[in-house]
């Protein structure tokens, strides 16, 4: 047998309820802020993760599907492509490509859809996940730095959370400076690693060397009390990065949205600049993020682009619904059709779908049986989907133009004619 590859897996109904639920709540929250749908590519040029995400990150170093595509079978050139382990350099690619800079304005965009990475998987960490996120970027002048965007997205995830009933969210803080302080800040870091990392991690030895950010970001237990006693990046913000990290603070505190800071919080990717954030959720265990994003200057830029500031985050959707169904999954589940038909005897099928026809248009949901099914496997099947009404399609009721409308509840069954069958089925 032919199953899923481990680390993805399929979606089944009811379950696809809850996500499509999540989904329309994500929807309408980012229509309120003014947010617009964008889809991006599964697929992309590989160097643009590369340069996008960058090269000494796990994700892009060890976790990438990454592939030699020619373009036609015969064809010697070769260009490499990869899955998109992420959507935000997608989708700053696409702000290039259209020059959507030169509209002046802010971009607000959002996306939903799946992400790829070759991770061990565990619970929580799939090689197929989704990803729901949003991104602000656009030009210096059109205040795509200022700190209010950062409060404002942050803001919008809060919303977010409450709306779809995730209780005892914790959002954690930082900012990771910018390239004018980032320099000082990782030299100190470097030389206070180049003591201590050899009793670290192997890992953590690795990046000391690569990207000593990321040390920060070990979750191994033995390397905690050496990581404390690092230098701290609070530490060493200009005052520029300061003074925008106190603002956002206080527009958070303006609006009541609780956060903690958390100087050790560094994001896994290249391109962060200043505000850093997470947000986490007790019903997750050991992958307790439930998302996580912050503000990248100078993606753009590095991207051959031109200045654009932005600001984003991705939820994990998979996580996301984890923390949910540990929650109150059930306000959250489809309600069954309102209506089985039940033809009775040949030739009702024809009958009954016409009734269908009529019923659905009139708005009600409706689950269609066959002629060839006797009357107490209709009620059986109808109660199993949780449907309390059936409504019998027979000959008698044919030529009366009158159907039988069994109340599976109660038992009671009574008459109705078919100008009457909608307004009764909906009340
Ligand atoms: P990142 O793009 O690494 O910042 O991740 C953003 C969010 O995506 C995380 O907070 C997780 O909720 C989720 N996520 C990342 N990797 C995975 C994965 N392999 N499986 C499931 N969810 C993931």
Known sequence: MIKAVRGTRDLLPPDTDLWNRVETICREVFALYNFHEIRTPIF???????RGVGEDTDIVSKE?????????AQSEKSQSLSLRPENTAGVVRAYIEHKLGETGKLQKLYYIGPQFR?????????????????????????????????????EMLATLLDRAGINGWMLYLNSVGCTNDRPRYL??????????????????QRRAETNPLRVLDCKKPQDQPIIAKLPRISDYLDEDCRKHFAEVQNILTACGVPFSLNDRLVRGLDYYTRTAFEFTHGNLGAQNAILGGGRYDGLSEALGGPKAPGIGFAIGEDRFIMALAGENAE?????????????????????????????RNAGIT????????R???????????????????????????SFAVKNLQSGEQISVARTDLARRLAA
């Open 375 to 401: 009357l107490k496997k209709s009620f059986e099947t109808a109660e199993k989907q949780g449907i309390t009404h059936v409504l019998i399609v027979g000959e008698n009721e044919v030529r009366t133009d």
């Open 44 to 50: 992309e040029e590989t160097q643009l993760f590369a």
């Open 331 to 359: 306000q959250y589940k489809a309600k069954p059709p309102q209506v089985y038909i039940a033809p009775m005897g040949s030739g009702m099928n024809a009958h009954a779908a016409r009734l269908a026809r009529e019923l």
């Open 187 to 204: 030299a100190a870091l470097r030389d206070a690693l180049a003591d201590v990392k050899d009793k670290m991690c192997e890992d953590c």
């Open 366 to 373: 409706v689950e269609l049986g066959d002629e060839a099914f």
């Open 118 to 154: 070759r991770e061990r998987p565990q619970k929580g960490r799939y090689r197929q996940f989704y990803q729901i996120g949003a991104e602000v970027l656009g030009p210096p002048s059109a205040g795509s730095e200022s700190p209010a965007r950062d409060a404002e997205i942050l």
């Open 64 to 72: 990438m599907f990454t592939w030699d595509d020619r373009a036609r």
